[in-house]
């Protein structure tokens, strides 16, 4: 430990005598008040402390001189920490490379969907317009020139599909 001062000294151990009390005092507290609680240990006595125990003050410098050590300690093992670095890392190549395959193979998926999706509705457009179905109401009307007693007689005969077209 680096040296102390004499007044940083008596600082710290009025500090750590207060400390120890208070842990000492609390199974005393609890005990009074119902709980379960053990003795002080290896025959400390412990004592109500006086409002003079509590009004120790730790001395600035001392206080500075602790957080500079944590701020030296914190960077010490923010220095000696190893930095993870992907770009390096097989693993994380690994993983990355069969992201972006995965990522590959979902967006060809999708174009080759989508263009079976447009074939078949051109498909369905060019087989099914206007026109064609018109034609195909009109194969299955009678003829003009048909005897309209023979015409009757096929209308009697025949079933109609839901479409209204004979069949």
């Not at 007044?7 to 507290?29: N, W, Y």
Request: with cysteine; hydrophobic share 35%; net charge positive.
């Amino acid at each position: 430990m680096t040296e102390l001062l004499d007044g940083e000294l008596d600082a710290l151990r009025s500090f750590c005598t207060v400390k120890i009390s208070k842990m000492h005092q609390q199974p005393i507290s609890k005990q009074a008040h119902g709980g379960k609680s053990r003795q002080p240990q290896r025959g400390f006595r412990a004592k109500r402390l006086g409002t003079s125990d509590w009004n120790c003050v730790v001395p600035q410098q001392l206080m500075n001189r602790i957080r500079l050590k944590n701020i030296a300690e914190t960077v010490q093992q923010v220095t000696e920490a190893q930095i993870h670095e992907s770009a390096v890392c097989p693993d994380c190549q690994k993983k990355e490379a069969e992201l972006a395959k995965i990522t590959f193979l979902r967006q060809k998926k999708t174009l080759m969907e989508n263009a079976l999706i447009k074939e078949k509705l051109e498909e369905l457009i060019y087989s099914r317009d206007v026109l064609t179905l018109i034609g195909e109401a009109l194969r299955s009307l009678p003829k003009p020139l048909e005897d309209p007693r023979n015409l009757w007689q096929k209308l009697k005969g025949q079933k109609i599909n839901p479409r209204g077209c004979g069949t």
